[in-house]
């Protein structure tokens, strides 16, 4: 067994009252992985409101009201330890209060978790995009690898790996250097189909003489992801998955991986982070928040396990 798929990974599953973290925490569970993580259920309650009152802010609720909500959420986690914790190599609860995201984000470093694991409560990519959401909020400012969670509409059959296709972002880019090390760290079971996509962005609004130009330059750039592909292959086969390569050319990266996920039936998108700041992924976007708010399967946005905290960016933005 290799070092990647013996480690142990500290896992952070942010747990809300909502269907969906109960499907993320059960199909974690249920994975492969599950005996290797050890695994803190997290929820975080959100502070009262103030108003203000002779000058004198007062929370909206009494003090009493708020702490047994808190101790009610105590509760609920270590119902869930004591049902699902015996799964994960360790299983703790936790329970704060304050910005949910942020207190993931806070949380996640304090523990310098490997990755978080939260289940997505939007029911559609409108909703998603209109409103965000935490599994958002989080995903594109964390440090470390998110895993957002949605349920298939088919449920698995309990005898099958939780992702049988999967498909993999592959841009070239130096984020990518994680994307094999976390496919093999997921553990997914021989026989699993591994899709590696490379998206070439093409610029159909260029002008002709300018295409021209450029005609070698994009052959060489085909290339050398036929050869980054290949590259990656022989590990994953080694793995017993069937590895399907595919070059696609598109202008829009982001949509193609979410429209070749749903034509191949796959249930989990895995794409590196391929921006160098948290400013650049929140404020100018990026392909892998392009995928996790459009796409109907399961994303993990990979981030290198060996990394440096970068909290203080990340946490107050």
């Avoid at 998955?241 to 982001?254: F, K, T």
Wanted: glycine share 4%; hydrophobic share 40%; charged share 20%.
């Amino acid at each position: 067994m290799s070092e990647q798929q013996s480690r142990n990974l500290t896992t952070l599953v942010g747990m809300d009252p909502s269907l969906p973290a109960r499907n993320a925490l059960e199909a974690l569970a249920m994975s492969s992985i599950a005996p290797s993580c050890n695994v803190s259920l997290a929820t975080v309650v959100s502070e009262p409101p103030l108003y203000r009152v002779d000058d004198t802010d007062l929370p909206w609720i009494p003090q009493e009201v708020f702490d047994s909500r808190m101790e009610a959420e105590q509760r609920r986690l270590q119902a869930l330890a004591d049902e699902l914790g015996s799964r994960f190599l360790a299983c703790e609860t936790v329970v704060a209060q304050g910005h949910p995201g942020r207190e993931l984000l806070q949380l996640a470093e304090t523990q310098d978790a490997d990755w978080i694991v939260l289940g997505s409560v939007g029911h559609s990519a409108i909703a998603r995009i209109m409103l965000g959401s935490t599994s958002d909020y989080v995903a594109n400012r964390a440090s470390c690898t998110c895993l957002i969670h949605r349920s298939p509409e088919t449920p698995a059959d309990a005898t099958e790996s939780v992702f049988t296709r999967v498909v993999v972002a592959i841009s070239n880019a130096a984020s990518d250097a994680s994307l094999p090390e976390w496919i093999e760290t997921l553990r997914l079971q021989p026989g699993c189909e591994v899709h590696l996509l490379h998206v070439m962005e093409t610029h159909p609004e260029y002008e002709l003489h300018l295409l021209k130009k450029i005609s070698a330059y994009m052959e060489e750039v085909r290339s050398a992801a036929w050869k980054l592909m290949e590259s990656t292959r022989p590990k994953l086969e080694s793995l017993g998955i069937h590895v399907r390569p595919m070059l696609v050319e598109s202008a829009h990266i982001g949509q193609t991986i979410v429209d070749y996920a749903d034509s191949h039936d796959c249930n989990l998108i895995i794409v590196g982070d391929q921006d160098d700041t948290m400013i650049e992924r929140v404020m100018l976007g990026s392909v892998s928040r392009f995928v996790v708010r459009h796409a109907s399967q399961s994303v993990l946005i990979a981030r290198s396990i060996t990394r440096s905290s970068t909290a203080n960016e990340n946490l107050h933005s």
